[in-house]
T-cell receptor, first 112, second 112 residues
């Protein structure tokens, strides 16, 4: 069990659908992250939020839209995704930027 | 951030110590060595980190050479549940830093 909770665990969607991935932590962490992990590859950073403000966007396509409604929640809104976007999407949090990160178990996303 | 080099895979007998090496010859003075692992179908898990002194916690020990160009993660009594991909990462832990750049890691197989 992890202290970072991601929902849903699995998601299958068509290329024209709109869906959202959710991440929640109650450890009082003020930095939250989204990573993308393709099969048999290491995780790659997508977004970093620090104190609910987007601080880093690693040149991610606009079809991925992050949102941090409060310090405990992080969303990733998905629209018009491509088949190559199929991957494991991981959320992580840390006390602040540069501190050890705690990861959720991810949402496995499949684009049809 | 400095890059790391790790063996692609290692085997370890159950109950024996697992020693996982990592080379980081270009590490700078303010960069920490972090270790994470990823068990199949789970998110990465933070293990330990250090700057220049050896560190130990309930999971593992971290031995950093005096010149800081390499380190070894030691799992003192490996169990089957320690089978995972182990990532060695160097990162500046200052407030301005944020990025965990995962390399390919070492796939550790603990054998009964």
């Amino acid at each position: 069990d992890t202290e970072v909770t991601q929902t849903p665990k699995h998601l299958v969607m068509g290329m024209t659908n709109k869906k959202s991935l959710k991440c929640e932590q109650h450890m009082g962490h003020r930095a939250m992250y989204w990573y993308k992990q393709k099969a048999k590859k290491p995780p790659e950073l997508m977004f970093v939020y620090s104190y609910e403000k987007l601080s880093i966007n690693e040149s991610v396509p606009s079809r991925f839209s992050p949102e941090c409604p409060n310090s405990s929640l992080l969303n990733l809104h998905l629209h018009a995704l491509q088949p190559e976007d199929s991957a494991l999407y991981l959320c992580a949090s840390s006390h602040s930027k540069g501190q050890p990160q705690h990861f959720g178990d991810g949402t496995r996303l499949s684009i049809l | 951030d400095a890059k790391t080099t790790q063996p692609t895979s290692m085997d370890c007998a159950e109950g024996r110590a697992a020693n996982l090496p990592c080379n980081h010859s270009t590490i700078s003075g303010n960069e920490y060595v972090y270790w994470y692992r990823q068990i199949h179908s789970q998110g990465p898990q933070y293990i330990i980190h250090g700057l220049k002194n050896n560190e130990t916690n309930e999971m593992a020990s971290l031995i950093i050479t005096e010149d800081r160009k390499s380190s070894t993660l030691i799992l003192p009594h490996a169990t089957l549940r320690d089978t995972a991909v182990y990532y060695c990462i160097v990162m500046n832990s200052g407030a301005g830093s944020y990025q965990l750049t995962f390399g390919k890691g070492t796939k550790l197989s603990v054998i009964p």
